[in-house]
Structures are given as C-alpha cells and as structure tokens.
C-alpha cells in the first residue's frame, strides 16, 4: 500500500535553534519526493523536490536529505525564525504523475 | 510565468445549499487539475483530478461534484452541503503529462469552507 508518514505531529523549538523532520515512504514506482511549507490558512508552498538519484538539496535555511534505499527523506531547518512557524508536508509522486500520496505534515512552531 | 487563482477565500454556507468553487490558471495550457480537502490535523485527500476539458475523475464518492467547463477552469461543486463537507479546499495544477516540468505540483491559496 502507498503511503506516506511523517513525524513528529508536532514540534515546538525556541528561535533560533535547529530541527528536523522526518518522512518515511512505501510509494512505488517512486518518482520524486517534494516538501512544502503551508502557513495556516494558506496553500502549500514548495521548499525543495528530490528525485532518485539526488541525497541532498538546499534551499537557503532548508535542507532536504534523501535514502531511496530506506525510503526515508528529512527536511532539516537550521537557525530557526518564527516565520518558519507553519505546517511542513512530504509528498511523493509516483512514476506515472497522475498520482501524488501526501503526508499528514509536521506542525512546527517556532517560540521567541 | 503562471499562476493559479481560487476563490472565494471563505464561505459559509447552511446545510442543504449549493456550493460552487472556482479555480482558474494563467500562463500555460492543457494543464492537469486537482482538487483536494484537507481537514484540521489531515493530510490532503485527493477529490477529482482532470487531464483535460470535460474529463473529470473522482477518487472518491461524495456529495461533491467537478467540472471543467474550460481549459484551465476548474469547478468544485454540491447540489446540498452537508456538515461533514466543510473543510479546507485546495486547488493544484501541474503541466500535462510528458511536458517540462510536468512534477511540480502548484496549489492555489485555498478556500475555507464552514457548513452550519
């Protein structure tokens, strides 16, 4: 069955810390993997999209880490702000395209 | 470059009336479109994708309805809302099947529906 799990639900760390999230998948075939950050109230925002030959790719404070092995992908957020405050959801898509498998996302809020 | 437009934002509605949410992108054709609802603490569920004008597919069964009327319209639609259809509603769009860039997927600001 295709899925895909996040944890934690949710995460509070003080500004300017680090933190990271985890997604771990069972989506096959598998075509790439995308992270979006989705402030309350609003649409997701893609961070960051990984196929299956990329282990690594940045976007400014946001790092994105790939093991098509494992099938498991972190999002890692390095010194923190507030507004990093939002919801963060993994999506896998698989080879075929018509088909996108969301995670439930990671609750993140960042405390001055 | 594109963009992606839905609307209303909010919309509260009494049980038993009509719903319509519209959703429309600019700058590219032939685009596919979807619609999903995420409720609170939910992951998004997928509610119709379309490939194409007139093609509507349902992932699953509901009170609601799709229809694409144009190229890059996209209609979310109820004859009679029920309490358990409020929720956050969300229209995407990526490039045909085939183009660049066909991964990415783009999703508009959302609309907040409450049936009372």
């Known amino acids: 069955k295709n899925q895909v799990e996040q944890s934690p639900q949710s995460l509070i760390i003080l500004e300017g810390k680090n933190c990271t999230l985890q997604?771990?998948?069972?989506?096959?075939?598998?075509?790439?993997l995308r992270w979006y950050k989705q402030d309350t109230g609003r649409g997701p925002v893609s961070l960051t999209i990984?196929?299956?030959?990329?282990n690594t790719k940045s976007n400014g404070r946001y790092t994105a880490t790939l093991d098509a092995d494992t099938k498991q992908s972190s999002l890692h957020i390095t010194a923190s702000q507030l507004s990093d405050s939002a919801s963060y959801i993994c999506?896998?898509?698989?080879?075929?395209?018509?088909?996108?498998?969301f995670g439930s996302g990671t609750k993140l809020n960042v405390k001055p | 470059s594109q963009t992606i437009h839905q609307w209303p934002a909010t919309l509260v509605q009494p049980v038993g009336s009509p719903l319509s949410l519209e959703c429309t992108v600019e700058?590219?054709?032939?685009?596919?479109l979807y619609w999903y609802r995420q409720a609170a603490g939910r992951g998004l569920q997928l509610l119709f994708y379309?490939?194409?004008?007139?093609?509507i597919s349902s992932e699953v069964p509901q009170n609601l309805s799709a229809s694409r009327p144009q190229d890059r319209q996209f209609i979310l639609s109820s004859k009679k809302l029920l309490l358990s259809d409020s929720g956050f509603y969300l229209c995407?769009?990526?490039?045909?099947?085939?183009?660049?860039?066909?991964?990415?997927?783009?999703f508009g600001a959302g609309s907040r529906l409450t049936v009372l």
């Open positions: 995407a769009w990526r490039r045909g099947r085939g183009s660049s860039g066909a991964n990415v997927l783009t």
């Open positions: 997604c771990n998948y069972t989506v096959s075939p598998f075509s790439n």
């Open positions: 990984m196929t299956f030959s990329e």
């Open positions: 999506v896998v898509s698989v080879y075929n395209f018509n088909k996108f498998y």
């Open positions: 700058g590219t054709s032939n685009p596919n």
């Open positions: 379309s490939v194409g004008i007139g093609q």
